[in-house]
């Protein structure tokens, strides 16, 4: 099964499921630009995680992917937001 990822990169894709059927439930790869509206960041952002090595852009040729393992990692990676403090009432 070939996969599209966007212009000009095309991947090949075979997914088992339990009853032995192929699917594709998403996406193998994205680009920059992709990756950013789906980790509701900018790009200048994504760019800046990169520099940090907190996420991987991988290269195939002159194009760039994050991958959605890279993607899905980095965002399981974030710090979790704590629930406020209850306030305490006095009486």
Known sequence: MMAYIGPHVMVHVRIRTWKGETSMSEPLAYSPAEAAELGGISLAKLYEEARHNRLTIRKSGR?????????????????????????????
């Open 63 to 91: 194009r760039s992917l994050i991958t959605h393992r890279d993607l899905e990692a980095w965002l399981n990676g974030l710090p979790k937001k704590r629930a406020p403090l209850a306030e305490a009432i006095v009486t």
